[in-house]
T-cell receptor
């Protein structure tokens, strides 16, 4: 399967613990996005990479959140000192784009986080 | 920031009926994307629109990019039970490369 893959699919953690999610985009895609989705809502943008550069971050991304894409391929999203309000589905998407062309975003299956 | 209003919030229909849903934006968009999401899964892209007035079909699905560039419509003809899910619109514009999503339309199809 050559789609976007995310790991783990499910994570249950206790408040205060750190968690890390991994995303492997479609191999030829240079852009990678992280979104968060809570029940009954659409995906909300968190951050975006073009190759290894993190070009945009949402105000939703507090200081406890950090994302990396060290070699312009896979990406990680880490949440430190988790809070119950962090419980959500974390979605990764990738696209092929250059200049003003965003291209179509293709999503992974998501990583569902539950903070107890 | 950009705001999207998606309606209706939910729809309950009989198998075989046609469905129509729409999204409106507070600002002009240059791209509209329509996605379907099943429970516990990520959104799957259905149709992408890039030009005002564009009408694009994907099987029984047809989507249109509104002339004002502030709205888009998705129609599903002859619905079937596997059409059940949440449909999201997403738009991009205003100098941003980041698509903004609507809150979704939940579709339930009764056999």
């Amino acid at each position: 399967d050559t789609g976007v893959s995310q790991d783990p699919r499910h994570k249950i953690t206790k408040r205060g613990q750190n968690v890390t999610f991994r995303c492997d985009p479609i191999s030829e895609h240079n852009r990678l996005y992280w979104y968060r989705q809570t029940l009954g809502q659409g995906p909300e943008f968190l951050t975006y990479f073009q190759n290894e550069a993190q070009l945009e971050k949402s105000r939703l991304l507090s200081d406890r959140f950090s994302a990396e894409r060290p070699k312009g391929s896979f990406s990680t999203l880490e949440i430190q000192r988790t809070e119950q309000g962090d419980s959500a589905m974390y979605l990764c998407a990738s696209s092929l784009g250059g200049g003003a062309v965003t291209g179509e975003l293709f999503f992974g299956e998501g990583s569902r986080l539950t903070v107890l | 920031g950009q705001q999207l209003n998606q309606s209706p919030q939910s729809m309950f229909i009989q198998e075989g009926e046609d469905v129509s849903m729409n999204c409106t934006s507070s600002s002009i968009f240059n791209t509209w994307l329509w996605y379907k999401q099943d429970p516990g899964e990520g959104p799957v892209l259905l149709i992408a629109l890039y030009k005002a007035g564009e009408l694009t079909s994907n099987g029984r699905l047809t989507a249109q990019f509104g002339i004002t560039r502030k709205d888009s419509f998705l129609n599903i003809s002859a619905s079937i039970p596997s059409d059940v899910g949440i449909y999201f619109c997403a738009g991009r514009g205003g100098g941003s490369y980041i698509p903004t999503f609507g809150r979704g339309t939940s579709l339930i199809v009764h056999p």
